[in-house]
Nanobody, 122 residues
Framework: QVQLVESGGGLVQPGGSLRLSCAASGSIFSIYAMGWYLQVPGKQRELVADITSGGRTNYADSVKGRFTISRDNAKNTVHLQMNSLKPEDTAVYYC????????????????WGQGTQVTVSS
């Protein structure tokens, strides 16, 4: 019903930058929030940043001042600008969206992208 497609991951040196993007498609009625989560082997996913449809943002303490989340509501997209990257930022980054669909009015569900690998290494 709803698909999230991520892009922008890759290999960068410490101190470098990447910009992740996620586009939502399908029978979307409304997206209430979108965000980015990271996961490393053997651990649970954890929040990196999220943003509501009204533009309210939330960041993990570890990325404040380095990462910036933004959203284009008209295009159902979210971006994560990652600057001053550190080796500990290495992870798979997953896009998440809180969505209601036209076919199920009043029902709000979480959707996930396939993940994009970010590796920070010299």
């Amino acid at each position: 019903q709803v698909q999230l497609v991520e892009s922008g991951g890759g290999l960068v040196q410490p101190g470098g930058s990447l910009r992740l993007s996620c586009a939502a498609s399908g029978s979307i009625f409304s997206i209430y929030a979108m965000g980015w989560y990271l996961q490393v082997p053997g651990k649970q996913r954890e929040l990196v940043a999220d943003i509501t449809s009204g533009g309210r943002t939330n960041y993990a303490d570890s990325v404040k001042g380095r990462f910036t989340i933004s959203r284009d509501n008209a295009k159902n997209t979210v971006h994560l600008q990652m600057n001053s990257l550190k080796p500990e930022d290495t992870a798979v980054y997953y896009c998440n969206a809180l969505v209601s669909t036209a076919q199920a009015m009043g029902v709000i569900r979480n959707y996930w992208g396939q993940g994009t690998q970010v590796t920070v290494s010299s």
